[in-house]
């Protein structure tokens, strides 16, 4: 059977949620400035659109990292693959991901991202999967939707690197 995406959460409901944890986030930050670290390459879509509705000063930074299971153990390795650019030193930082799943991408993100020192670290997410949580030390301060353990693509993310650039949340239906 030939693999279809099911609708999960339509393009008009990702959109009107990110333009209210947007506004959660001007008021958080009002009278400062946010600098915005994309996470490469599904929280590309997430965060242009989180960008467009902040209305505090922005600037951007992306990276990107890579995590692989190793064999038998559950905890995953996570490698950077794309450094940032610039120094976050004395920045008040967030960290924008695209879908917090064992959480051990962001568990090393945020180690590496505090070793530099910013004045602030903070985290959002367009999605999480709450029980499939491993590193229960990764507390998300903007969340725009939990969702239920199901594999979901599009506003970034792929299934083997296709249908990020579905406008909509979906979920991948009859796959071989
Ligand atoms: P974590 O390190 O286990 O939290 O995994 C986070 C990464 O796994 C995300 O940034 C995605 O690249 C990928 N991922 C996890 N769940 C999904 C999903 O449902 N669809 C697409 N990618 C996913
Ligand atoms: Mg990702």
Redesign the pocket.
Known sequence: MKETVRVLIPEDQVEARIREVAEQINQDYAGRSVHLLC?LK?SVFFTCELAKRLTVPVTLDFMSCS?YGSGTVSK?I?RLAKDLDEPIEGRDVIIV??????????AYLVELMKARHPASLKLCTLLD?PS?R?RHEVQVDYTCFAIED????GYG???AQRYRNLPYIGVIENAE
């Open positions: 996470i599904g995590s995953g996570v991901e695209d879908i917090i799943d064992s959480g051990n991408t962001l999967k499939r491993v199901l594999f979901v693509v993310l792929d299934y």
